[in-house]
Antibody, heavy 126, light 108 residues
């Protein structure tokens, strides 16, 4: 079945780095764009980043621009989020999610999210 | 960025009754509006996209309406599994996409 499984979260000190991963299965990974969305404890959803099917287009929320990097390895059916210079306000559950735009030709995105992983928790604390 | 405002923050409804959740955009988002359901400890689930199209596997009791700046999610006859958090999301002016702050639907 269609599935996204995140990993790589943990407890980290301010200023340090983590790499989050999202393993996809049950569908053709390399034809879809993907997002990262986060949710701070007890708070709402915050969009973080998006990457096109081929990695040629990447966009970020202002709150993470310059510190986070989204990438993908289509040979491994895996999405990544490199999170650097972590701050306390980055503490959240990080979800990967699929964008439903399906194409192997045009790096377009629909910008809503039709399949979600269960999330991985990042805690930034000294 | 477009600000999405959901109302009410909490809605108390009895099982079997109708629930109506509202979402307002700070500027027009056309019909580029999605609704998600989130249960405690779970990931969000897509319910509605394009303001009124049900996602795959979503029961017919869920319906969306609206365009421009005013949107509504209606659950026609509440089942026990429908009590959850609901978020709207605009994807017209992007990036970034923006979410509302959520409406908690609780049992009356």
């Amino acid at each position: 079945q269609v599935q996204l499984v995140e990993s790589g979260g943990g407890v980290v000190q301010p200023g340090r780095s983590l790499r989050l991963s999202c393993a996809a299965s049950g569908f053709t990974f390399n034809y879809y764009p993907f997002h990262w969305v986060r949710q701070a404890p007890g708070k709402g959803l915050e969009w973080v980043a998006i990457i096109s099917y081929d990695g040629s287009k990447r966009y970020y929320a202002d709150s993470v621009k310059g510190r986070f990097t989204i990438s993908r390895d289509n040979s491994k059916n895996t999405l990544y989020l490199q999170v650097d210079s972590l701050r306390a306000e980055d503490t959240a559950v990080y979800y990967c999610a699929r964008d439903p735009y399906y194409s192997s030709f045009y790096p377009q995105m629909d910008y809503y999210l039709d399949v979600w992983g269960k999330g991985t928790t990042v805690t930034v604390s000294s | 960025d477009i600000v999405m405002t959901q109302s009410p923050a909490t809605l108390s409804v009895s099982p079997g009754e109708r629930a109506t959740l509202s979402c307002r955009a700070s500027q027009s988002v056309s019909s580029n509006l999605a609704w998600y359901q989130q249960k405690p400890g779970q990931a969000p689930r897509l319910l509605i996209y394009g303001a009124s199209s049900r996602a795959t596997g979503i029961p017919a009791r869920f319906s969306g309406s609206g365009s421009g700046t005013e949107f509504t999610l209606t659950i026609s006859s509440l089942q026990s599994e429908d009590f959850a958090l609901y978020y709207c999301q605009q994807y017209n002016n992007r990036p970034p996409v923006t979410f509302g702050q959520g409406t908690r639907l609780e049992i009356k």
